[in-house]
């Protein structure tokens, strides 16, 4: 055999080598991490590399057992309501982005996967929460009734034949309706710490008002 068809062999040898154990080496590394993150994933700041989602899911749970206590505090007048997130009925979407931050790069094919894997990119997830309604809508009822002063109505009095209409009183209730969406607001917008909304008070009429019964009044002198 010439010179340089042994030459040649053993450079065709060396890169069949080269090139087989890299496949191997691209082939085990990304084997490694079928089961598992890729490294720099993360859920609310969670670095969660190299675990499988079963411990994710745990370390997730510990997270939002402790958003679970954020404070919902509704102030008005004098009056302090305070409920946690948990007492309102709060959901985390936490199985949707444990996937979808497990499920990164796995459809690549391997080659690509290995140099995730090698050369990682931050791949950073949130988790959103949302509040049972019928919960809040309880609550905010709750806080509705213990608030409110009934209005009362204007009166006549007749003595020694005057007439006299006694002043009616406004009351007093929740503007309940702007209350809840500025707590949806304040929920949604929340990055998962104590919230503080104010309840504005609105006046209500009286059904019976003293203008109304001044114009009975007038009447009754009419006939006097």
Known sequence: MKKWHVWLLAIVTTIV?????????????????ENSFFPDTFIEDQDL??????????VLADITNDY???????????KIYTKTLKDIGVQYDTAEKLEEAFQYGKSEN???QFFLIKKPKENQHTLSYSIDEAKL??????????????????????RNGQVNVIDDQKGTEIDKLNLKLDLLTALQKNAKKDIQVAANL????????KETLSQVKRKIGSFS
Not at 68 to 78: A, L
């Open 137 to 158: 809508e309880d609550w905010l009822t709750t806080i509705e009734q213990e608030m409110k002063v009934a209005p009362k109505n204007a009166t006549i009095s007749i």
């Open 49 to 58: 590399s190299k675990l499988t989602e079963a411990k994710a899911k745990e």
């Open 110 to 112: 391997a080659v690509k």
């Open 202 to 209: 609105k006046e209500i009429e009286a059904p019976l008002t």
């Open 68 to 78: 679970d206590q954020t404070n919902v505090t509704i102030t008005t007048g004098d």
């Open 17 to 33: 080598l080269l090139i087989g154990t890299f496949s191997l080496y691209v082939f085990f590394t990304v084997k490694d991490y």
